[in-house]
């Protein structure tokens, strides 16, 4: 398989075999995969309609010590609760604690940011009010109005799969399996994520961020 990097899809040409253009040229195949996380950039806009892109945010402690990490997750694993706007957090190689789950529904960090994080963290772990956040970073996840993923086929040869709402780690590998069945002939997993009803964001391209922002 050949990667293309920095070469991102500008339109999606469908047909016998879809083509792919960027600004540099376009390649065409059998099938097509629409993968695009929280930036579509109008390919698919029937797909695009059913996603949100959301900013969600982690921070990272000072090195804690091995024992101090241990003491706040001692099985070593990763966590995240059951909240509409989740928190989650695990222990790094190093022994910091990285926290995460400020999120924004507009297109800018939320004001304050690393001063809402730390006081979150301390709400959680109230042993840790002594410690700050040395590093705050973030990026975008796509959400589905569900929450489910959102898998399935624009046409025969044009597959897609989004909304993983931020649980892709996990599921993104799922997904590629079952498309990947599917291509090959044996679609019958994909075909039982496909019937997950999924409807459209309201407000169309332009007034759907504003409208979840207000709400």
């Known amino acids: 398989v050949r990667i293309h990097e920095h ?20 390649v065409e195949a059998d099938f097509a995969v629409i993968a695009g996380n929280a930036w579509l950039h109008g390919i698919a806009p ?8 959301v900013g969600t945010y ?21 966590v995240a609760d059951t909240n509409w706007a989740l928190d989650y957090y695990r222990l790094s190689a190093d022994h910091r604690l990285l926290f995460g789950g400020r999120a924004s529904y507009s297109s800018l960090p939320p004001p304050g940011l ?11 772990f109230p042993q840790l009010r002594d410690v700050g956040l040395d590093y705050v970073w973030g990026g975008y996840v796509d959400i589905s109005r569900n929450r489910a993923p959102h898998w399935g086929r624009l ?18 590998g799922l ?6 069945e599917a291509i090959a ?14 409807r459209p964001f309201p407000g169309g391209r332009l007034l759907r961020t504003p409208l979840l922002v207000a709400a």
């Not at 029937?46 to 892109?53: A, D, G, N, Q, V």
């Not at 002939?185 to 009803?197: K, M, N, T, V």
């Open 7 to 26: 070469s991102p899809v500008l339109r999606l040409e469908r047909g016998p075999r879809p083509r792919l253009h960027t600004a540099a040229g376009s």
């Open 46 to 53: 029937e797909l695009e309609s059913r996603i949100m892109p």
């Open 58 to 78: 982690v921070g990272a402690t000072p090195v804690l010590g091995q024992a101090r990490a241990r003491a706040l997750i001692r099985n070593d694993m990763a």
């Open 114 to 124: 690393r001063r809402a994080m730390t006081r979150r963290m301390h709400r959680v």
């Open 155 to 172: 046409a025969p040869n044009i597959y897609f799969a989004q909304g993983f709402s931020g649980h892709g780690v996990a599921a993104t």
């Open 175 to 180: 997904a590629g399996s079952v498309i990947a």
């Open 185 to 198: 002939g044996q679609a019958a997993r994909l075909d039982l994520f496909a019937r997950i009803p999924h």
